[in-house]
């Protein structure tokens, strides 16, 4: 198990009490999906780990394996030709409203910003935040009952 799995479930149950648990590029509601929302990464955690839990560089779309027409998917380059395309200038479109960005260039030098003032994520940091989205899943969660 990835020492990241703990902490990434916790996000994303804290994500979907916080924005509503349907795929924010399409609106599809988790319920309505046969697998759970994903977080997904406006600049890939894999470049930027330090934007791994940022809220900013984060959201909840859906993703399966096998499933090409999900967004999810799509934004990783799942099938090819017009269809697709146009699906990623959408998705890419979405991402900007949602994030109240320009276009994609403000969004991502705004993103590249944000990344300086993030640390790096250490076990005891990791730790911290696994924490924390414990704790504000919960605060939501009591709320809502």
């Known amino acids: 198990m990835s020492k990241f799995k703990k902490c990434d479930d916790l996000y994303r ?4 009490f916080k924005r509503g648990p349907q ?9 309505a999906l046969s697998f759970p929302l994903s977080i997904f990464h406006i600049l890939s955690k ?6 791994r ?6 959201l909840l779309s859906c ?8 967004c999810h998917n799509i934004w990783h380059g799942a099938g090819h ?4 395309d146009r699906r990623r200038d959408e998705i890419k479109k979405r991402i900007c409203e949602l994030r109240d960005a320009r276009d994609w260039d403000d969004l991502n030098t705004t993103l ?3 990344e300086k003032y993030q640390d790096r994520i250490t076990k005891i940091k990791l730790e911290g935040l ?16």
């Open 13 to 16: 149950n804290y994500l979907k």
């Open 63 to 70: 993703w399966t394996k096998g499933e090409s027409r999900a």
């Open 23 to 31: 795929c924010e590029l399409c609106g599809k509601s988790e319920n």
């Open 46 to 51: 894999g470049s930027h780990p330090r934007l």
């Open 112 to 114: 590249l910003q944000a």
């Open 53 to 58: 839990y940022a809220e900013e560089n984060t």
């Open 81 to 84: 030709g017009a269809w697709y």
């Open 130 to 145: 696994c924490y924390y989205y414990k704790q504000e899943y919960e605060k939501l969660r009591s709320h809502n009952v």
